[in-house]
């Protein structure tokens, strides 16, 4: 009997440590959804860390400037000025170029969308607040990777900064001409004054390169950017009559 015994105890000996080693068993597919779940969420902490940031901190630089740097081999021309040090003109032209409903949406103008998918795409539906995104955070360039981020970031801008700071930000890291980023810098290269005393007609020029920055000159413009600049400043004139510069002003 002791023998028995002594055989059915060695038997659930080995039985315990055949399931300790079960148990001890590496899952990869947890391991692996364990570990991209922190990847995300250092992504996601990372991105609100930058949106917080930058809702009071002034971006260095951006990726686009750095490339273009390195492109040139030399320093990019940028000097940051604050909202206040920008005329009046130069924000209401920069919106009536760029985002007339600026202050009426959220972040994507979805009239804009809908008007530039009955065309084919032929026109642009990015708003301001998207340029924003894609300069301070991402890159330049056709990506679905890089539409999908710039998603769900702008509405993160959006809901923590102020219109005016997005406003700011933008006139201020946007490429004016090769190496010349930002108004303040692009009034001196252009008209030798400073982006606070830029008259109407200048700031509607400078708003009128930004589509195409290295082929169009805001102090020597050809017929259709002038024309474009005349249609810049009545729209700035407009929606300051109407209200829809009342975000920013």
């Known amino acids: 009997m002791a023998r ?61 400037m750095m490339s273009e740097a390195r492109r040139m081999g030399r320093s990019v021309d940028q000097q940051w000025v604050s909202a206040d040090q920008i005329a009046p003109a130069m924000l209401r032209s920069a919106v009536a170029a760029e985002d007339a409903n600026f202050c009426t949406h959220w972040g994507f103008d979805m009239v804009a969308i809908r008007a530039a998918l009955e065309t084919g795409g032929a026109r642009g539906a990015s708003t301001i607040s998207q340029q924003v995104v894609k300069n301070v955070y991402l890159w330049h360039g056709r990506s679905w990777l890089r539409k999908a981020l710039e998603a769900l970031l702008t509405p993160a801008v959006e809901a923590v900064w102020s219109k005016r700071r997005i406003l700011e930000v933008y006139l201020n ?77």
């Open 173 to 249: 890291v946007a490429e004016f001409d090769e190496g010349v980023f930002g108004v303040e810098a692009a009034a001196r290269h252009y008209f030798g004054v400073s982006a606070a005393d830029l008259s109407d007609t200048q700031a509607a020029r400078l708003a009128a390169v930004l589509p195409a920055p290295k082929d169009r000159s805001a102090s020597r413009p050809t017929a259709s950017v002038s024309r474009r600049a005349g249609s810049i400043r009545d729209g700035a004139a407009t929606i300051a009559r109407d209200g829809r510069s009342d975000c920013f002003e």
């Open 4 to 64: 028995k015994s002594s055989k059915t105890s060695s038997r659930t000996r080995k039985t315990a440590k055949r399931g300790k080693a079960v148990k001890a068993r590496p899952r990869p597919i947890r391991w692996l959804l364990r570990r991209l779940f922190w990847v995300a969420a250092a992504v996601v902490g990372l991105a609100a860390l930058a949106v917080v940031g930058y809702a009071v901190l002034n971006p260095p630089t951006t990726p686009y």
